[in-house]
């Protein structure tokens, strides 16, 4: 009889966060469960992109064990900054890992362990788990944590100073990277990234996109998209690495008359955003949706927006990019000249993008959109077209599985 695989997962996000990292962390862990993998699964207490422990979590003890299906989830109770700073982030970093430490001891098997990244210190909790067990250890990055904290200025000493906090974090970082059987990461320009923070084996494992639950075929207009002006929509974190800034340039040029804009997400930047849209009309601001309604939200847009800050570059590859390809609809972005984001939308067609910081170039684009109907829709079919050949969920998860299989 062949012995079943015993696999601890030690990320921040999953289940029931449904969106960003804990969603894919959830669905991963998920398809492992149904190839016959026992999943013990180390994580907080579910609080994004709220940055705020979930109502129904609020009352429960510091430590909880749970079960999702055969998985069993062992939370710690984590310290959550109502305005997450540089430094109330260290703590919560701190909070986290000091509390999924002593879950650890709680596992009694385990043939590999999965660390996903962020946090940088899940992958010490993997390593003692590797240590503990003799067990394989692959690591999983979603996000280059310490430099997008660097590029995207939540410190005061930039990247490129190469200050002494910066050269501790990059050689903690490749210390630990290092020690693992196999490392992957969500886009190519962080792959060439991640080779220069690791001597273990690379591996290019993108995220996915479900396209059998974001199809346009069986999409009901959304209730938070219902003007009969051409409707833009964002929808996704409200944090750091956006350009709002850009972004209030951008609803102060627009037509109102013709053009509606949405928003629908939370995160670190929610309230100082919501202030600055509060004299605006033509502008909404949504909580997130479930998950089930994801579908009809990004497909009952007319066209969708991202606003990337540029100097960030390859810390990390948004997913929120899947779903809006997927939902067929064209997409307005900008961004880093060479990032993953753009060699997607270059590839694809299925939109525009632009390296400027130039309201009026978008503005344009836009206008263009929305004065010949027909382009769009083109844009928008080459899109969905992009993702689902590229990043469908099934394609994604059996390559992994096999890679998996050769540890």
Sequence with gaps: MKKRTHITFIGLNFFPENTAIGLYSTQLAQYLEAHDMQ???????????????????????SYLKEELGSINVYRYKQYVPKNP???????????????????????KKCDIVISVVPFTSATLLGYIQQRRFKAKSWI?????????????????????????????LMW???????KADSVSTISHTMIKKLEKKTTAP???LPNWIDEKQIDPAFAKAHS?????????????????????????????????????????????????????????AGITLHPPVAYEELSDLLCTADAHILFQKPEVLDTVMPSKILGMMASAKPSIITGHAHSEVATAMSQ????????????????????????DPELAKEMGVKARHYVVSNFAKNQILDAFLEQLSQL
Aim: proline residues 1%; neutral net charge; hydrophobic residues 40%.
């Design 224 to 280: 938070y998209l219902s003007s009969s002006k051409f409707k833009i929509l964002y929808s996704g974190n409200i944090g750091d690495k956006q350009d709002w800034e850009f972004f209030i340039k951008f609803a102060q040029a627009i037509d109102r008359e013709r053009f509606e804009i949405i928003i629908v997400g939370d995160g670190a930047k929610r309230v100082w955003l919501e202030k600055e849209i509060a004299s605006y």
């Design 202 to 204: 690379t591996y290019f």
């Design 140 to 168: 999983h990055i979603q996000d280059f944590e310490f430099d997008a904290a660097f590029q995207s200025g939540l410190t005061k000493s930039g990247e490129q100073k190469g200050g002494i906090i910066y050269r501790i």
């Design 348 to 371: 694809s067609q299925g939109g525009f993008y632009s390296s400027e910081k130039e309201v009026d170039t978008v503005i344009r684009q836009l206008n263009t959109l929305i004065n």
């Design 39 to 61: 999943l013990d699964v180390i994580t907080a207490f579910p609080y994004y992109p709220q940055w705020k422990i979930a109502d129904e979590y609020q009352n429960k003890k």
């Design 85 to 107: 700073t540089f430094l109330k982030r260290i703590i919560h970093i701190l909070s986290f890992t000091w509390g999924s430490f002593w879950n650890l001891w709680k596992i």
């Design 172 to 178: 903690i970082e490749k210390s630990l990277f290092s």
